[in-house]
């Protein structure tokens, strides 16, 4: 035996193919290919399961708990329990455990119901049952046990069980129509194409007789990317090597057509799909509160450290002196005292940090996460943010980051069908240097001509007739349009006399109206049958092109070609695409007339497209056929020597014309774009079209004034002059009106101030991120970076996707760090999306990849400004209320068991019984907070939409700076200082009774350290609750109701707890103590006197800078307050009696 077949086989079988091999081979069948060809040498590959499910039965619990004990905070509080149960600790494990259970619980029913549901679905989609070819015969068998290599028959309306190469179909130009909804939004009808070598196979016997191994790249997720080969073997003769695709890949997910059935090998299978492997999860996005959240729990935690070093340390030098440590009713043994005094030292640390770690809020992460998942609906179930023309909705596919909509600084948007409709109207053509107008408008009537042709320059003579034809010729044959099937027509779908037309379907609208506008003009597109295109020419007469070759288009070539054979044998290559891309390589034609109106075009808004032509000879065409047939077959960097190809192909054109189509604004994205500015966002138009084109949108949303002073960063500019001179050039011109004062990041519509609006282009930008021949680039980045800075809008315009993602990048990692928002409908937006801090897909007619891959989805631009400037807003607002709230509360919870340390021999004496220790933060505060950040409105809807100025309030995480969180930490101290020297003094002076009980000699109330402790707790728990009440603006009966209806519960529980209700539990500690509290009037008198000195300090405070140093949403508010005054004394002056004499 050969021993590099072992080798093959070892490496194949133990180290798995896809670990050492870029490609695959798959034998069509199962078959062995004949002999003489290579060794057959079965593959393993996974099975057909779809797993979506995170857990199974079997690791659940551990898999759930490793994560949830990953987040610091479980992990934390975890070590807090385990050190309760090791050591001896002055509270219960309980009060540690039991919130730790009820989060960790709570968490893990509710990720394990998600993944339940994931289960259910998983199996339906697996157990499908699924049609394949065995031995000649259709065979039925489930979903799941089908293997690569496998030959599946799929029929209509079917969706196809996993990636397939289309192989034959019961259409007889071996074509199918699929949709691909559920991959990526897209409903039109998608053409795929079968095999060459195989579409005639009908039958299952002849599909199973077919011998064929095809050869393919490893999976991976581009839905639109795919290279591979077939070899189809015929007898003993040497393989047919034929190209494959995309347009040959059935992808798993896809839906059959108007196609009765297909036949398709199975080449990926279960998770190695193209959908499977879409499901994997973008890259974590984290907000700037979740950042703050942490910062100020380690801020907390080196608190909580502080408090137990000193408590320790003051605790030994108390014990210092004599017959402190061993006090005569609490005697030490000599196995104590003989116990290493670091040891001992290091446990009480140890014990000191489990009765001070309730300063650090474990339920907060979980009342963060709830607030967030049910925040997230009211963007759902927003009506003004559904579209009726489209019947969509908003969608949100990440609820982490709703703040963020709160905090955003820059807004970076794609141009065509995010700030445009993407409905393209084709509006004329120009064709050597004569202007076409398709059905033009006199005084309102369009004008009978048939043929639609305004010649609005001198008509053009003999001559000019054939290349006027041509151009008609070359937009019917360029392009990659589908007529949609008409079942009642058989052959040419229409007559220019029937008055019916055509229905045209493309993923691309400027190629459907470039086909609509030239059927205006006398030709018509019918349809692409057996490779051969047919058109319908102004004399009614049919012409039948063959379709050779397709150059398709890209985003880097910016146009795209068709090679096409006449009925009289002669071979055209048609070209259209940007003027940048074509003009450089033409060699003939009147180039300066069209490049004249292809500006004045762009000037007025309007999209341009160029169109060319070359004649090619047999010898030429035979020489471009074999270079791109061994271009296609590569298995290798398939795609640059397809560039290098086309590259070479696409040279010495001949100019024919150019076309202008229209894409109309979209309603109020002027409205919103103006709102957003106002409101201190930059806004940002990245896009691919041309500067002047771009640049007339940008007037027409209010992005650039008619005041605005443009500056030019072109690649025009820079051949002028240098790079680094125009930078310097600009930077002074930007930094000359505001002298020595640094622009304001945020002061986009500067009253005294001159505007500046910069655009900047592919070209320029590349050679800015171009890393200098010094091996910096900072210098340039960071001078382009002022000016952008200084300016009130950008226009980047010719921008590849991944130029789009740089300029997001650059700006985010700027040394102000601002939060970025990205918007865009298309496939080349979703590297933006995905870079920027938020992304926000706009459902659109260049289907759904930028909302699949997006954090949030919108129908249409205009719903942005609510979005941002509303629930952005709110949800910012609520969120750093609940944040600072949190911690506040738990300051004043804490520090006064950090107190009476001081006055209990550092004992390490509780000062709260275990049940309120344990449900402070999980029964007895929690729901007022987590209905305030559901709720609240500080302002009204109208108020925000109508003053977006307001949003400038909140800018750079304002209401989470250190001084806010200091002001509410110190107010927690104060708050807790109150709670503890006010009950102190209370219970100052105190005698013993008859039956050893302490009595205070002031007020005659039974006094205990839990009595003490119940009234600092009932302080606390009323004093923190009304706190919340007073930051409220907006009350409803929900507010109501639970803010109340809290402290109801807190005093039932008191009496529950206290065996007053509940007499089963009078055994414990805290028996009749509530109650002997609340039978002192003097307590009662406390509970108030205290509540309302604690909240003083807040009240006095919200009045004095509301007087002084009010912020705009404070004189809204105040504004807001005086209006319903005046209201409601109208109300009452209108219900009184007219006859009242004065």
């Known amino acids: 035996m050969d021993c590099s077949l072992v080798r093959t086989l070892v490496h194949r079988y133990c180290a798995g193919e896809e670990n050492w091999v870029d490609s695959r081979t798959i034998y069509v069948g199962h078959r062995e290919p004949p002999p003489g060809t290579e060794a057959y040498i079965p593959q393993r590959y996974p099975d057909n399961r779809i797993v979506s499910a995170k857990y199974t039965f079997w690791n659940f619990i551990p898999k759930n708990l490793f994560e949830q004990f990953r987040r610091i905070a479980n992990f934390y509080f975890l070590i807090i329990f385990l050190v309760q149960l090791i050591i001896d600790t002055p509270t219960s494990p309980v009060t540690s455990g039991l919130p730790l259970f009820f989060v960790i619980t709570v968490t893990a029913i509710k990720q394990g119901y998600e993944d339940w549901l994931r289960h259910k679905a998983d199996n339906a989609m697996n157990q499908c049952p699924v049609h394949f070819i065995q031995h000649g015969k259709l065979v039925r068998k489930q979903s799941r046990k089908l293997r690569v290599g496998d030959i599946v028959m799929v029929k209509e309306n079917e969706i196809f069980p996993c990636d397939l190469i289309f192989l034959s179909s019961s ?14 939004g897209e409903s039109s009808h998608k053409t795929h194409y079968a095999v060459q070598d195989t579409k005639g196979f009908h039958t299952e016997e002849e599909i199973d007789g077919l011998h064929a191994t095809v050869e393919c790249e490893q999976p991976q997720p581009d839905l639109y990317k795919f290279v591979g080969r077939i070899n189809v073997y015929n007898d003993l003769n040497d393989p047919v090597v034929r190209p494959l695709g995309s347009e040959n890949l059935l992808l798993r997910g896809a839906t059959l057509k108007n196609t009765e059935k297909i036949f398709g090998v199975a080449i990926y299978t279960g ?34 450290i502080s408090k137990a070093l000193i408590n320790t340390v003051l605790k030994y030098v108390w014990q210092s002196e004599p017959f402190r440590d061993e006090p005569w009713y609490n005697q030490k043994t000599e196995a104590e005292r003989q116990r290493n005094l670091f040891l001992r030292a290091f446990t009480d640390f140890l014990a000191f940090m489990v009765l001070f770690n309730y300063i650090i809020p474990v339920s907060m992460y979980v009342t963060v996460e709830m607030q967030k998942f049910l925040g997230s609906y009211f963007i759902t179930w927003d ?19 709703n703040e963020e909509l709160g905090q955003v600084e820059y807004v970076f948007t794609d141009k065509t069908g995010t700030l445009t409709e993407n409905n393209m109207e084709f ?14 408008v006199c005084n309102g009537q369009v004008l009978p001509d048939s043929s639609g042709i305004d010649m609005i320059d001198s008509s053009p003579g003999v001559s000019s007739r054939e290349r006027e034809e041509l151009f008609f010729r070359a937009l019917c044959l360029c392009h990659t349009v589908q007529v949609k099937d008409d079942d009642d027509v058989d052959g040419p779908r229409m007559s220019p006399g029937s008055g019916k037309s055509c229905v045209y379907i493309s993923s691309s609208p400027d190629e459907v109206a470039l086909v609509e506008g030239v059927q205006r003009l006398g030709f018509t597109y019918l349809r692409l049958k057996d490779s051969y295109m047919e058109i319908l020419n102004r004399d009614s007469g049919i012409e039948r092109f063959e379709l050779l070759e397709i150059l398709s288009f890209d985003s880097v070539r910016r146009r795209m070609s068709v090679i096409v054979k006449s009925a009289t044998g002669e071979i055209y290559l048609f070209c259209k695409g940007a003027d940048s891309s074509i003009f450089p390589r033409v060699i003939e034609g009147k180039v300066d007339q069209i490049r004249s109106r292809v500006e004045r075009n762009a000037v007025e808004g309007l999209r341009t497209l160029c169109v060319a032509y070359k004649r090619l000879i047999p010898e030429e065409y035979e020489g471009i056929c074999k270079l791109l047939q061994a271009t296609k077959v590569a298995l290798q960097d398939r795609e640059k020597k397809l560039a290098e190809a086309y590259e070479q192909i696409e040279k010495d054109l001949i100019l024919l014309g150019a076309t202008a ?42 992005l650039f004034r008619r005041s605005t002073q443009l500056l030019e960063l072109t690649t025009k500019k820079i051949e002028e002059q240098s790079l680094h001179d125009v930078l310097f050039e600009l930077s002074k011109t930007v930094l000359r009106c505001s002298g020595s004062l640094a622009r304001d990041n945020f002061s986009g519509l500067s009253a005294d101030m001159q505007d500046y609006g910069l655009i900047i282009d592919g070209a320029a930008l590349s050679l800015i991120m171009k890393p200098r021949e010094d091996g910096s680039s900072s210098n340039y980045r960071e ?22 993602a740089q300029i997001v990048k650059l700006i985010k990692l700027s040394k102000e760090h601002p939060i970025t928002l990205a918007i865009g409908d298309g496939a080349n937006d979703v590297s933006m999306i995905l870079e920027a801090h938020v992304g926000i897909g706009v459902i659109g007619k260049e289907g759904r990849q930028a909302a699949r891959n997006s954090d949030y989805a919108i ?67 929690s729901l007022p907070i987590l209905l305030y950040s559901l709720m609240e409105q500080h302002v009204s809807i109208d108020t925000l939409k109508r003053d977006p100025s307001l949003y400038r309030d909140i800018a750079k995480n304002a209401l989470l700076r250190w001084r806010v969180f200091i002001y509410w930490t110190f107010l927690g101290l104060f708050d807790a200082l109150v709670f503890f020297f006010g009950a102190y003094f209370m219970f100052e002076n ?3 009774t008859n039956n050893g009980q302490i009595m205070t000699t002031s007020t005659h109330m039974i006094f205990g350290n839990w009595t003490f402790g119940m009234l600092v707790f009932t302080v606390m728990v009323f004093t923190v609750t009304l706190k919340l009440a007073l930051d409220t603006h907006y009350w409803t009966w929900i507010n109501h109701f639970v803010i109340w209806g809290s402290l109801l519960f807190y005093i039932v529980f008191s009496l529950l707890w206290g065996g007053i209700i509940w007499p089963f539990l009078n055994y414990q500690r805290m028996y009749y103590v509530f109650i002997q509290m609340l039978s002192s009037g003097p307590a009662w008198l406390a509970v108030v006197l205290l509540v309302t000195v604690g909240l003083l300090p807040d009240v006095l405070k919200k009045v004095l800078c509301r007087q002084l140093w009010p912020t705009a949403t404070e004189r809204v508010q105040a504004k807001n307050q005086c209006l319903s005054a005046e209201q409601s004394a109208i109300f009452v002056l209108s219900q009184t009696p007219g006859s009242l004499s004065f």
């Open 171 to 184: 259409r007889g130009d071996g074509t199918c129509h699929v949709t691909t909804a559920s991959l990526d």
């Open 271 to 304: 998770m190695e799909t193209k959908m499977a492997l879409n499901y994997q999860s973008k890259s974590q996005k984290r907000s700037a509160v979740e950042k703050s959240m942490n910062v100020f729990l380690i801020v907390y935690l080196c608190i909580l």
């Open 383 to 401: 009506e003004d943010m559904f579209d009726e023309d489209t019947g969509e909705g908003p969608l949100v596919n990440t609820s982490d980051l």
């Open 427 to 440: 509006k004329e053509c120009c064709i050597e240097g004569h202007v076409y107008v398709p059905h033009v």
């Open 661 to 702: 189509v229209e894409d109309r604004l979209q309603e109020k994205a002027a409205d919103t774009i103006e709102a957003l500015q106002k409101a201190g966002i930059k806004v940002w138009v990245l896009t691919g079209d041309k500067m002047e084109t771009a640049a007339a949108t940008c007037y027409a949303c209010k």
């Open 783 to 804: 001078l382009f970076l002022d000016i952008c800075r200084n300016c009130s809008a950008v226009l980047c315009c010719r921008m590849a996707p991944l130029q789009k």
């Open 859 to 925: 129908p249409k631009f205009k719903h942005l400004k609510k979005m941002l400037l509303v629930h952005g807003h709110f949800y910012y607002i609520r969120i750093s209320e609940l944040v600072q709230y949190f911690f506040y509360k738990n300051v004043c919870f804490i520090f006064p068991q950090f107190l009476y340390q001081f006055f209990c021999g550092f004992s390490q004496q509780t000062l709260y019984d275990t049940a309120y220790l344990t449900l402070y933060n999980i029964s007895f505060t």
């Open 990 to 992: 105190t005698t013993v």
